[in-house]
Antibody, heavy 117, light 110 residues
């Protein structure tokens, strides 16, 4: 049973870079798309972007000028970098897996990120 | 706020059947499969239904899903107290080229 274990800094100052990592525990990166999703306080879930098992990326247009998602192969893990954060980037960040044009099936436990001066 | 709409709350008594709806559009639910999840605070969302009506192994058959046009539904029969939590739906959105999510429905077992 694949599990996603995520970690990273939870408290940032404005203009800093958010960096999170998600480890694929019990599986490999092969044939899947690996994604990051966030939920700001009091709001719905928002897709940030994805990286495929062969390294191609696809980002939400609202964030694409600040976001980078990459594989850390041969380790089975992938990472999120979001630059120039503001308070609006605060929320719970989730990593997840999906297969093709379908919603995610496996999720990480979430990381609370707070941006505050 | 959310592209896909769910009622904010639902409730039922033990043993009852409850249904949670998920409404979208042609570019998401209308053209995609739908997944349903239960989410408890501080934990990873758990997949209950995939491909609109399929249950992963280990999910009781009390949970069922359906889709018609641009809407989908999750039905829970034989309601139990441990079914409480937030339930949300997800679909792939062709205009975004990524997944979109319902706002979540908080289920209370009275």
């Amino acid at each position: 049973q694949v599990q996603l274990q995520q970690w990273g800094a939870g408290l940032l100052k404005p203009s800093e870079t958010l960096s999170l990592t998600c480890v694929v525990d019990g599986g490999s990166l092969g044939a899947y798309y690996w994604t990051w999703i966030r939920q700001p306080p009091g709001k719905g879930l928002e897709w940030i972007g994805e990286v495929s098992y062969y390294g191609s990326t696809n980002y939400n247009p609202s964030l694409e000028n600040r976001v980078t998602i990459s594989l850390d192969s041969p380790k089975p893990q992938f990472s999120l970098n979001l630059t120039s954060v503001t308070a609006a980037d605060s929320g719970i960040y989730y990593c997840a897996r999906f297969l093709g044009a379908a919603p995610p099936d496996v999720w990480g436990q979430g990381t609370q990120v707070t941006v505050s001066s | 706020q959310s592209v896909v709409t769910q009622p904010p709350s639902a409730s039922g008594t033990p043993g009852q059947r409850v249904t949670i709806s998920c409404s979208g559009s042609r570019v998401n639910i209308g053209g995609s499969t739908v997944n349903w999840y239960r989410h408890l605070p501080g934990t990873a969302p758990k997949l209950l239904i995939y491909n609109s009506n399929q249950r992963p192994s280990g999910v009781p058959d009390r949970f069922s899903g359906s889709k018609s046009g641009t809407s989908a539904s999750l039905a829970i029969s034989g309601l139990q107290s441990e079914d409480e939590g937030v339930y949300f739906c997800a679909a792939f959105d062709d205009s975004l080229n990524g997944p979109v999510f319902g706002g979540g429905t908080t289920l209370t077992v009275l």
